[in-house]
Antibody, heavy 117, light 113 residues
Framework: QVQLQESGPGLVKPSETLSLTCTVSGDSISRYYWSWIRQPPGKGLEWIGYSYNTGSTRYNPSLRSRVTISMDPSKNQFSLKLSSVTAADTAVYYC???????????WGQGTLLTVSS | DIVMTQSPDSLAVSLGERATISCKSS????????????LAWYQQKPGQPPKLLFYWASTRESGVPDRFSGSGSGTDFTLTISSLQAEDVAVYYC?????????FGQGTKLEIK
C-alpha cells in the first residue's frame, strides 16, 4: 500500500521560504510523477507542481517564480520550497502521486502551513 | 489554463435519493488518440485529503461503491450518486489532467436534506 506523509514547520514568517518534505513508502519515487497541492482554509484545491525522477519538473504558472520541487531517491522523499511567502500562502499542503492515467491516486494526510509574524 | 466549473456549489438531498453534480471544462479534455477523457472526480470529507473516485471520467477506482457513477465526454461531465447514504456527505471535486496546470473545479458541497 502506497503511503505519503508530509512534514514541515507549521509556521513560517512573511517573506521567508516555506520548506516541506513528503516521505513515500510502499512505492519508489523513481516511478511516477510526484506532486504538491494546496488548499487554503475553507477553500478549494490548487495544484502547485510536480517532479519526476529524471529531474523533470512542471509548475503552476501562478507560482512558478517562487516554487522549487526536488527529489531525493536515496530517502524516497520529495520536497517543496516556496519563497517569499505571504498570508495568502497559508493552506493545508498535500503531497500526492500523480499518474497521467489516473490523476492524483494517492495523497498524504496534509500539513497546515500558517504564514504569520 | 483549462477552467473547471461545477454546479451546483451546494446540494441537499434526502437519504436514498439521487444526487447529481455537473462539471464543465473550458476546453475538451478528450484525448483523441486513445478516446480517453482526462477527468477525475474526488470526494473530500472534513479533515481528510481528497479521495479519488473516478478517473478517465467514468472508471471507478477500486473500493468505490457502485452507487457512484461518472459519465460524460469532451467538456461536460456528471457525477451521480444513485441512492444517497449518510457517509456520502462531503465536498466533491472534478479535476482535469489533460494538460498542465492541472485544475480543479471549485467543489460541490453535498449535504443531507
Amino acid at each position: 500500500q502506497v503511503q505519503l506523509q508530509e512534514s514541515g514547520p507549521g509556521l513560517v514568517k512573511p517573506s521567508e521560504t516555506l520548506s516541506l518534505t513528503c516521505t513515500v513508502s510502499g512505492d519508489s519515487i523513481s516511478r511516477y510523477y510526484w506532486s504538491w497541492i494546496r488548499q487554503p482554509p475553507g477553500k478549494g484545491l490548487e495544484w502547485i507542481g510536480y517532479s519526476y525522477n529524471t529531474g523533470s519538473t512542471r509548475y503552476n504558472p501562478s507560482l512558478r517564480s517562487r516554487v522549487t520541487i526536488s527529489m531525493d531517491p536515496s530517502k524516497n522523499q520529495f520536497s517543496l520550497k516556496l519563497s517569499s511567502v505571504t498570508a495568502a500562502d497559508t493552506a493545508v499542503y498535500y503531497c500526492a502521486r500523480v499518474s497521467d492515467q489516473h490523476g492524483f491516486d494517492y495523497w498524504g494526510q496534509g500539513t497546515l502551513l500558517t504564514v504569520s509574524s | 489554463d483549462i477552467v473547471m466549473t461545477q454546479s451546483p456549489d451546494s446540494l441537499a438531498v434526502s437519504l436514498g435519493e439521487r444526487a447529481t453534480i455537473s462539471c464543465k471544462s473550458s476546453q475538451s479534455v478528450l484525448y483523441n488518440s486513445n478516446n480517453k477523457n482526462y477527468l477525475a472526480w474526488y470526494q473530500q470529507k472534513p479533515g481528510q485529503p481528497p479521495k479519488l473516485l473516478f478517473y478517465w471520467a467514468s472508471t471507478r477506482e477500486s473500493g468505490v461503491p457502485d452507487r457512484f457513477s461518472g459519465s460524460g465526454s469532451g467538456t461536460d461531465f456528471t457525477l451521480t450518486i444513485s441512492s444517497l447514504q449518510a457517509e456520502d456527505v462531503a465536498v466533491y471535486y472534478c479535476q482535469q489532467y489533460d494538460s498542465t496546470p492541472y485544475t480543479f473545479g471549485q467543489g460541490t458541497k453535498l449535504e443531507i436534506k
